[in-house]
């Protein structure tokens, strides 16, 4: 990842956390919804400070590259799309 998209990245997270701040004032959102802003807010705001260390970008699992335009999509991820592990499990209905 080069500087430049670390700086958009940086952009993207810190605008993020600031529409969660101001969904987290609306008294009218019900408490599931709150409490799956603020663990957003705080995916973000590590994902902000991983951006300042030698490991941005990288996967957690693997230590392979986060493409990119999955990190603008998704800014609160810390895997690639080989160890994403959420999404496709819920779909599955039934189990057997
Ligand atoms: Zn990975």
Known sequence: MDKNQKLQLK????T????????????????????AYVSEAEALKSNLLWLETGKAGLCFKCGC???????????ERRSCEKCDDYGEVSLSTGSK
């Open 16 to 35: 993020r956390i600031n529409q969660l701040n101001a969904l987290l004032k609306v008294s009218s959102t019900d408490a599931e919804q709150l409490q």
């Open 11 to 14: 952009v993207l997270m810190k």
């Open 65 to 75: 590259d986060i493409k990119f335009s999955l990190l603008v999509a998704y800014p």
